[in-house]
Nanobody, 123 residues
Framework: QVQLVESGGGLVQAGDSLRLSCAASGRTFSRYAMDWFRQAPGKEREFVAAISWSGFSTIYADSVKGRFTISRDDAKNTVYLQMNSLKPEDTGVYYC????????????????WGQGTQVTVSS
């Protein structure tokens, strides 16, 4: 069992940066690939980024490539999403997820979800 708790969301202006954190409980955190998804108002949840269990492999949605960076610290059971050059279209609830995929994937079979943290980018 893994419990995920996101933090770091907030209201920022376009061009600003934010770093989201996702703290995981459970001793098996290092076995999971970790993912970030987001959901804008009135839209479906979409993939943002993923990192493999080893940390060696990452993958991003085209819309955030070059602006967002996913990383993990297994000693702290935490995964991060550094978001730079934020745009109004990045607004949404950001969810952390864990999956047992062998590699980072844009379409993972998620085993656990966090409760989400709101990110709002004003123009």
């Amino acid at each position: 069992q893994v419990q995920l708790v996101e933090s770091g969301g907030g209201l920022v202006q376009a061009g600003d940066s934010l770093r989201l954190s996702c703290a995981a409980s459970g001793r098996t955190f290092s076995r999971y690939a970790m993912d970030w998804f987001r959901q804008a108002p009135g839209k479906e949840r979409e993939f943002v980024a993923a990192i493999s269990w080893s940390g060696f492999s990452t993958i991003y949605a085209d819309s955030v490539k070059g602006r967002f960076t996913i990383s993990r610290d297994d000693a702290k059971n935490t995964v991060y999403l550094q978001m730079n050059s934020l745009k109004p279209e990045d607004t949404g609830v950001y969810y952390c997820a864990a999956d047992l995929s062998a590699v980072a994937s844009t379409n993972p079979k998620v085993d656990y979800w966090g409760q989400g943290t709101q990110v709002t980018v004003s123009s």
